[in-house]
């Protein structure tokens, strides 16, 4: 009876490929968390700069009165756009901002706030 020592190449062909689909998913899931984190950062953003621009929008309706409102556009780095848009009535204002960027998802923060 002979002993079999070592491996054959059968065993090595399957065990490199079993290795390669490993490595091919831990690439994969790079990818994947890599556009979560963008998106993430993205996010985070815009929802700081949106509330920036309504915290304004209320110091001027303040100072103001709702009528000192109005809506506008500003730009940012990247082709990134901030448009706000402001609908008055007698007693309220409703605020609204949208961020938008050619490469995210576009952002919209809204609020109502009383008219002095």
Do not use: H
């Not at 700081?48 to 103001?64: G, H, M, P």
């Not at 809506?71 to 082709?79: D, E, R, T």
């Amino acid at each position: 009876m002979a002993s079999s020592r070592g491996t054959t190449l059968v065993e090595l062909i399957v065990a490199l490929t079993m290795l390669m689909i490993g490595v091919l998913g831990l690439i994969g899931t790079t990818v994947l968390v890599n556009a979560y984190l963008t998106q993430g950062r993205w996010g985070s953003f815009a929802a700081a700069e949106a509330s920036r621009r309504l915290e304004i929008l209320r110091e001027t309706a303040s100072s103001q009165g709702c009528a000192g409102l109005s809506g506008g556009m500003a730009s940012y780095p990247g082709s990134v756009t901030q448009r706000w848009t402001v609908t008055t009535s007698s007693l309220s204002a409703d605020l609204m901002v949208i961020m938008s960027s050619p490469k995210a998802r576009v952002e919209t923060l809204a609020t109502t706030i009383s008219c002095p």
